[in-house]
């Protein structure tokens, strides 16, 4: 396998086509130009924000929001191909960071907001740019994630045989990188972009709307307008915005990912034909117009000569010939560990102790093991429901080109927009919050489960379905010998990215607000907010800290063994 940018033929004759492309490529250009303008203004135009409710005014605030999620999405990638292979290639660079990845994710949106508001601010004086560093780097913290754990899981179990093949031919590390590594990841890594992709839209309201000790700043997008919509209680703006969200998630949709996950088909390791090829008409519009083909052939040209180049980079170990590295080594290395996760906690507890005694260290605990609760009951009642719904669309790609919008836009529902009715209906039926506000935690990561699984089906092997077909297994046994360990590599990558989100989520779940009324339930996550509007850094680090060690212990006792099962005996090839 290997990716070749260029398969766009320069001779496809002038037609059609070339009268769609040349006005499309030409109008996301202009309207990014001057989204990107729109944005370079003086700070004061954002610390005294004048979000209009107008809805002519949506457009131009959807555009400024779309342009912040893919220019999220750009470093995303960045770190996922550089942090994911190092992860996946070396056993000592492994035991740092695929931990420090668990608490990456554990981390809330408002705790990065926290820390990172006045580094941005600082670097670009006096300009907005600094606030929209910060929203950006925010929208990044809520994707990079789950695509980092996506390309991990790929490279990790990657076919033996396909190992032993890039071995043969004698590849260099950096053409494995690009000619099996990257397209085998690749199926996986799209549909793992997409929820990404819709993961940002779930926390734009907070990084729009920044508001952190005495910084405040509300950028123009659609993430402002709800926010401002929700304070006075305009029903009539926060359907106008779901409307205008939904436009947005069909044309990004159409344009880029249903493009690239039909691109990435061809890339599925199996050993026959799929009986269903799926196709994207803006795919075919940029195959057949002699413009694209004439403006992309020597980016094309110099991508096959930079992945073909033969750079010496560290190849991907081989599990079956792992020795016993040095032990002295090993042992100082794990030593050196230890100590700088020692003053790490003791930094931690020096800050932290400074106006905090242990009762409320011990209290905030009591709250993350209620946090921790809803957590678990959540992800599994989510398991139950999607896995078998993500199973039955990914084997069947002509109801995936239909399922994967909606799915798409109900994963990029902001869990804000369902505030009101969560709120009128607890009061009119005087139930408790620190039940009924529970469901808002999973709103938007029960979908990491479902594209996960989807990914995995959508990429399980025809022939292996064959044999199954021919030999006679179905039901229950079908599910427990075929499908369940064909898919359970990418439902434990959705398992991790969904629990981890959860503990996301609970900052803005816990704790919901409609006009006047404000509803709480008793938990990390409304603690962590609460601490975050007031200001107090000692609180803000112990909530993190706190969530911090739940996310990585359950990770570590409760993820990582069945992810170590799931590479170890349940791979397919």
Known sequence: MQIIPGVISRNAPLGRWD????????????????????????????????ISLDRSHLPLYALYTTLRMFAAMFASLLFT??????????????????????????????????????????????????????AVFAIFTSQAWNMAFSFYQSLRTIPDD?????????????????RLEVPFAMP?????????????????????????????????????????????????????????????IMLYDQIVFRPLAVWSEKFRFEQTIGQVVPTSWSLRMLRSSRFVAAV??????????????????????????????????DRAW???????????????????????????????????????????????????????????????????????????????????????????????????????LSPLMVLGTQWYILFNVIAGAATFPNDLRDVATNMGVRGWMWWKRV??????????????????????ASIVSETVSWGDTHLTAAGLGSYIAAATDAGDYPRVVLGIAVMSVFVTAFNRLVWRPLYAYAERRLRII
């Not at 660079?93 to 809330?108: C, F, G, K, T």
């Not at 000790?213 to 703006?237: C, F, N």
């Not at 079956?320 to 002295?328: C, D, G, L, M, N």
């Open 19 to 50: 009268f769609v492309a040349i006005p499309l490529i030409f109008g996301v250009l202009v309207l990014t130009a001057y989204g990107l303008h729109g944005m370079d203004v003086p700070l004061t135009s954002v610390e005294q924000p004048a």
């Open 81 to 134: 191909f550089t942090y994911g292979a190092l992860a996946a290639k070396s056993r000592r660079a492994e035991m740092v960071l695929v931990p420090v990845l668990d608490i990456l994710q554990s981390v809330p949106i408002l705790g990065f907001l926290s820390f990172t508001v006045v580094f941005w601010l600082s670097l670009f004086p006096g300009r907005a740019l600094g606030a929209e560093c910060a």
């Open 162 to 178: 396909l190992d032993e093949a890039s071995r043969s031919f004698r590849l260099s590390g950096w053409q494995r990188f690009w």
């Open 188 to 248: 996986g890594l799209v549909w793992n972009m997409m929820m990404s992709m819709s993961g940002g839209w779930f926390f734009v309201v907070a990084t729009e709307s920044i508001s952190v000790g005495k910084h405040e700043a509300m950028l123009p997008g659609l993430g402002s307008y709800v926010a401002t919509a929700i304070a006075a209680r305009d029903l009539g703006a926060v359907g106008w915005a779901l409307v205008t969200m939904l436009v947005v």
């Open 296 to 329: 992309w052939s020597p980016f094309a040209a110099l991508l096959r000569r930079l992945t073909s180049a033969r750079l010496l980079i560290p190849r991907r170990r081989r599990r079956k010939t792992i020795r016993v590295s040095e032990p002295a080594l």
């Open 334 to 436: 794990i030593a050196l560990l230890i100590v700088v996760c020692l003053v790490g906690a003791w930094l931690t507890i020096r800050f932290v102790g400074s106006e905090l005694d242990l009762r409320e260290v011990m209290h905030v605990f009591g709250l993350g093991c209620l946090t921790l609760i809803r957590v678990v009951v959540l992800i599994a009642l989510a398991s139950l429901i999607w896995v078998p719904i993500g199973v039955w669309v990914g084997l069947r790609p002509s109801w995936t080109k239909w399922v994967q919008p909606i799915a798409q836009f109900f994963a990029a529902f902001p869990a804000n927009l369902m505030f009101p009715l969560a709120v009128v209906a607890i009061m009119h039926f005087h139930a408790a919050p620190g039940i009924w």
């Open 483 to 504: 499908i369940l360990p064909g898919i359970f590599p990418y439902y434990v990558t959705g398992g991790i990215t969904a629990s981890g989100g959860s503990w996301n």
